[in-house]
């Protein structure tokens, strides 16, 4: 079913107008981006139901100006009169007279060039979110929880959170014109297990560009995840060392994402702060290795069909056949550089900077089989799931935390689990060792990502199963 | 417009109580590379955060449900009245026991209301960058935020509490060179609500020194089971786990198993005893505020007294769960020092981690490490900065050894110790 447009959106454009009209009397060029995102949260846990809105809730305008120098930008969520804004861009951004007596030093901007675009775009969904009552879905988180309960004594607590969102935003600039309306939700599974005083957790995210209908993929992993939480009772501390590893398709997109995501992020580049930039065009990975990111690239959590800087959504090719041959980049970033710009200009929402960011990250699939890679490891893991990683992009470091990881002995599962596990290293290394690339692809965009320790976006990521080396501890 | 809501709540047949909190944000933000401003932005936002309560019966036991939602000042009033109406609808499938919602206090609390100061923002932009003297190492990027709160919270109770505040926050990157000419980078947070030029200088001074111990930093060796020392930031994440131990949600939710009186070191205490207080009033804290997001006034409140829980804190729903007393919910923790010098801490073999990458704590298991981005291996004799590997343990196992510094500091939403020395951590070298 069509997503329908946002009447706050539609209502607005007369005011969007009106500002861009007065602004661009004084700047060469100016922008607009407004939003309206709405959505809900509905958390079921053992003992406990919250309903609110989605964290990702919001409805607002960011104006962006060039005053012939550089740019400057104002967040707001009020509608006055379209002249009190103009005068409080002036006075705020602009035409600051604290900023003007401060001496600052500033970095000049050419102006944006934008071709003439008037374009607008539907998503589509199996079952629209209002279509499916509030009761219905707090009913059916229920209902999990209480299967999961029915599945262990040992279980001490299960959090069941299915959430949906639907984003509205307009672009309009000096020649753009664009609209989009999509929804996406997300849905999480948390079982947390007790065995004396050992306390474990498994889990399991869902997501797409859906309805409520993930709540049927969410219902159908229930005993799995339980089953897995009691298995991690038993699980041992993993005896740190370099290993043969296969990462599962979730943690192979948590190394796409840490390794050569983040640094590949053109904002990294202009402040000389990814070591990426000094070997583009160089082999950084083995053979095996073609990487992607992009908005149009997949269909998850992070695809639209223009960014928060009014550029259309693209699949850029990051790794080609282990050689690096492209960035991501916002707008800004890409002018700088001279390059063109991806779509990957986002903000956590209207009240936030643009950056450079993710949007759906993965290595593309190969033949190998699963089967052939176990076979081939004489010792190591398979790595499975993971609760967070991190990157060092000037230095090339990888932090990634897996939930759990299978033993491999003599090309067989012995059925021993080590848990959790921190896989570390040089990014080149890691890559560079992926020896066997598996057919299966899966892509996950549960959680959120962040720019340091701040500015949080969605982002999907993903990938086939991959044979590497890797350090673990 | 928030008179427009009260005014729709109190018509509406449906709903048994609501909690609004009106928050209105004004900041300035500039955003640097290396000493040059690449962008300027301003913000006025203002948001209504709505809670309605509905209480109903059922098999002779009281519930509440409730919904929370945004209000944006973009809607009108059709608008709100079907927010309100929606929610009150979805609040009658919230099945929670009841729980009462915070009344008014007689007693006048201080607010610490403060006018907006965003002219010293370019003044405190320039004392960041006044440590960047070295030829070696600079400030690569900054990021600078200076923003004033002004919260009101009304309820249907008849609380109406209200305070205003300056808060900055600052991060920023710091680049230095070693003799190879290969640079390394280190990630920086401040994060204050009393804005002191000296402090900043000082706190980038320090940054800027450490990067270029990360700069000349080996690779950390396989050094076996040795102690470890955390100092520094990372101090606040460990300390914070103990917290959770007594955080009146957790033991509720049962993922927390501790009850008042319990010692969350356990039994055989070989080192210091934990002390941890709540405070919500650290001075020149970020997180320092007067009332919670309920209007609850916030006081400081002894959580854990040499390792033994004396009272659980939360907010008022968890709080009457348990039956004890709300203490509100704040993010402000105070840990009392230990008994043993920094220097003596260091004595003997040992890695110490000012650094990770990402510091990474598990409430719920207890496990925590994280990729060591800059510290220093003392092998007896030299102290060896070293920077790759990673470390991993877990609450259960380092709890009833640990050696608290008696050196201090302050930061983010912390006061106390600077370094815990552990014992029964994994070193995984690069």
């Known amino acids: ?473 | 417009m928030i008179e427009k809501i009260i005014e729709l709540l109190s018509k509406s047949k449906n709903i048994d109580g609501w909690k609004i909190v009106d928050d209105v944000i004004e900041d300035k933000e500039l955003f640097f590379i290396k000493k040059k401003l690449d962008m300027n932005r301003a913000k006025k936002v203002r948001n209504f955060y709505l809670t309605v309560y509905k209480d109903f019966d059922e098999e002779g036991k009281s519930y509440r449900g409730s919904a929370e939602v945004k209000i944006h000042p973009t809607m009108k009033e059709e608008e709100i009245k079907n927010v309100i109406e929606e929610s009150a609808y979805s609040a009658k499938f919230v099945k929670n026991p009841w729980y009462p919602m915070v009344k008014p206090v007689a007693e006048k609390v201080d607010n610490h209301s403060e006018k907006q100061v965003f002219d010293e923002l370019y003044s405190l932009a320039e004392s960041l960058y006044d440590s960047d003297v070295y030829k070696e190492g600079w400030i690569n990027s900054s990021e600078f935020f200076l923003n004033h709160l002004k919260r009101r919270t009304v309820n249907s109770e008849g609380v109406d509490c209200s305070y205003e505040k300056n808060r900055l926050f600052i991060e920023y990157i710091t680049t230095w060179k070693n003799k190879e000419k290969e640079g390394a980078e280190l990630y920086w947070q401040i994060l204050i609500s009393r804005f002191s030029k000296d402090f900043i200088k000082k706190r980038s001074n320090d940054s800027l020194l450490q990067t270029a111990y990360r700069a000349n930093a080996t690779s950390t060796p396989s050094v076996g089971d040795i102690p470890m020392i955390i100092s520094g930031e990372n101090i606040i994440s460990l300390m914070a786990m103990f917290l959770a131990k007594a955080s009146s949600r957790m033991v509720y939710e049962k993922i927390s198993t501790f009850d008042i009186g319990d010692n969350v070191q356990g039994e055989d205490i070989k080192g210091d005893r934990l002390s941890i207080t709540i405070d919500p009033s650290i001075e020149g804290s970020y997180y320092s505020v007067p009332y919670d997001k309920d209007g609850l006034p916030l006081k400081k409140v002894e959580v854990i007294e040499d390792g033994i829980i004396k009272k659980f804190w939360g907010n008022v729903r968890y709080s009457h769960y348990l039956e004890n007393e709300p203490t509100g919910s704040m993010t402000n923790i105070s840990v009392k020092t230990g008994n043993t010098k920094l220097d003596e801490l260091r004595n003997g073999k040992h890695l110490e981690v000012r650094e990770f990458s990402d510091f990474q704590t598990d409430h719920t298991t207890g496990d925590f490490g994280g990729e060591i981005r800059m510290g220093w291996y003392f092998n007896g004799e030299d102290r060896i900065p070293v920077t790759g590997g990673s470390i991993s343990g877990n609450l259960n196992d380092i709890k009833n050894e640990m050696l608290l510094s008696n050196e201090t500091v302050s930061m983010k939403n912390y006061s106390g110790p600077f370094a815990v020395k552990l014992n029964n951590i994994r070193i995984s070298g690069s």
Request: glycine share 8%; aromatic share 10%.
């Open chain 1, 1 to 473: 079913m069509k997503v329908k447009p946002s009447k706050f959106i539609e209502d607005s454009i007369p005011f969007v107008e009106k500002i861009l009209k007065g602004l661009e009397r004084n700047y060469d060029y100016v922008s607009v981006l407004g939003t309206d995102v709405f959505g809900k949260q509905h958390v079921v846990t053992s003992r406990g139901t919250n309903y609110n809105d989605s964290q990702w809730t919001e409805r607002g305008f960011v104006v962006r100006a060039h005053d012939g120098t550089g740019y400057a930008e104002f967040s707001f969520n009020e509608i006055d009169d379209p002249e009190v804004i103009v005068r409080r861009i002036n006075s705020n951004i602009v035409n600051n007279d604290v900023l003007k007596e401060s001496n600052l030093e500033r970095n000049a901007f050419k102006k944006i060039e934008e071709q003439e675009m008037e374009e607008s775009f539907s998503g589509e969904v199996k079952i629209l979110p209002e279509n499916v009552a509030t009761e219905e879905k707090l009913n059916r988180l229920n209902a999990m929880k209480q299967k999961a309960h029915e599945a262990s004594d040992k279980l001490v607590n299960f959090f069941a959170v299915y959430e949906e969102v639907t984003v509205n935003k307009l672009f309009f600039s000096n020649k753009k014109r664009l609209k989009q309306s999509y929804i996406w939700s997300q849905g999480y599974l948390n079982a947390v297990v007790r065995k004396e005083n050992k306390t474990r957790v498994s889990y399991e995210g869902f997501s797409g560009l859906k309805g409520p209908e993930l709540l049927d993929e969410m219902e159908s992993r229930l005993k799995d995840i339980v089953d897995e939480a009691v298995k991690l009772l038993d699980s041992e501390k993993i005896k740190p060392g370099v290993y043969d590893v296969i990462c599962s398709p979730e943690v192979s997109g948590l190394v796409a994402h840490e390794a050569f995501g983040h640094g590949v992020e053109l904002d990294m580049f202009v402040k000389d702060s990814a070591k990426a930039k000094e070997y583009m065009g160089k082999m950084v990975a083995s053979e095996h290795v073609t990487m992607h990111d992009g908005a149009s690239a997949a269909k998850e959590v992070s695809s639209y069909f223009f960014d928060d800087e009014g550029v259309l959504g693209k699949d850029t090719v990051i790794i080609k056949n282990g050689k690096l041959v492209s960035g991501i980049g916002d707008l800004l970033s890409s002018m700088r550089l001279d390059v063109d710009p991806t779509g990957n200009g986002k903000r956590e929402s209207f009240e936030k900077k643009a950056y450079s960011r993710m949007t759906n990250t993965f290595f593309e699939p190969r033949e190998d089989k699963l089967e052939d890679m176990i076979s081939s490891i004489d010792k190591g893991y398979l790595l499975e799931k993971y609760t967070s990683g991190m990157e060092d992009p000037k230095n090339w470091g990888i932090q990634c935390v897996i939930l759990f990881g299978q033993e491999i002995k003599d090309g067989k599962l012995t059925g021993k689990i080590v848990s959790p596990i921190f896989m570390t290293g040089f990014v080149p290394d890691l890559l560079k060792s992926i020896s066997m690339v598996s057919g299966n692809f899966r892509l996950s965009g549960t959680g959120a990502c962040g720019k340091g320790h701040k500015e949080f976006v969605k982002v999907s990521a993903g990938g086939p199963y991959i044979k590497a080396k890797a350090r673990l501890g």
